[in-house]
T-cell receptor, first 112, second 113 residues
Framework: GAVVSQHPSWVICKSGTSVKIECRSL??????MFWYRQFPKQSLMLMAT?????????EQGVEKDKFLINHASLTLSTLTVTSAHPEDSSFYIC????????FGPGTRLTVT | DQQVKQNSPSLSVQEGRISILNCDYT??????FLWYKKYPAEGPTFLIS?????DKNEDGRFTVFLNKSAKHLSLHIVPSQPGDSAVYFC????????????FGQGTRLTINP
């Protein structure tokens, strides 16, 4: 149990376009989901906390207008990277909270 | 400001021996600590946790030790197995219940046959 999926697992997009990443809790409901990003050989950095039915809470330094988060249901949260640039290339991981955080497999975003 | 630090980026251990992974933190408000294991192209998997009211927690081959005065925790794996080869992250939380985690940089553990 406690499986979290992410889609897509990897995506390549051109600079200036937008990319949507989905995070789903498959066998449980999660009122809270988290979005992280990880640069090579660095730690997972929390970007934002997503609560179902309310606005996401962003960490300091994370642009909320660039990284749009929607948590429309108890099993789905989406992260949209708007007007992506090469420096947004990273590994994005979500987690869903149910007593503990259960992580998705991550999405590798490459912006060319 | 790296509040959780894993100073060893990599560690190599012979199969059957003990693996010791270390983690230091700076924020004295942290009261809940976790270890995660991560394989390439996968998300972290929860391994073991410890509350600040304890100094040791054991689960099978995995034991986590917490030294609050030194702001240091360690993960012991014994005996080490080839399947233990992965990147290990320690994480800390101010609120028990694992919300809003702060992660270390990770240590890549390689178990040699």
């Amino acid at each position: 149990g406690a499986v979290v999926s992410q889609h897509p697992s990897w995506v390549i997009c051109k600079s200036g376009t937008s990319v949507k990443i989905e995070c789903r809790s498959l066998d449980f409901q999660a009122t809270t989901m988290f979005w992280y990003r990880q640069f090579p050989k660095q730690s997972l950095m929390l970007m934002a906390t997503s609560n179902e039915g309310s606005k996401a809470t962003y960490e300091q330094g994370v642009e909320k207008d660039k990284f749009l988060i929607n948590h429309a249901s108890l099993t789905l949260s989406t992260l949209t990277v708007t007007s992506a640039h090469p420096e947004d290339s990273s590994f994005y991981i979500c987690s869903a909270y149910m007593v503990e955080q259960y992580f998705g497999p991550g999405t590798r975003l490459t912006v060319t | 400001d790296q509040q959780v630090k894993q100073n060893s980026p990599s560690l190599s251990v012979q199969e059957g021996r003990i693996s010791i992974l270390n983690c230091d933190y700076t924020n004295s408000m942290f009261d809940y600590f976790l270890w995660y294991k991560k394989y390439p192209a996968e998300g972290p998997t929860f391994l073991i946790s410890i509350s600040s009211i304890k100094d040791k927690n054991e689960d099978g081959r995995f034991t986590v030790f917490l030294n609050k005065s030194a702001k240091h925790l360690s993960l012991h794996i014994v005996p080490s197995q080839p399947g233990d080869s992965a990147v290990y992250f320690c994480a800390a939380s101010i609120i028990q219940g694992a919300q809003k985690l702060v992660f270390g940089q990770g240590t890549r553990l390689t178990i040699n046959p």
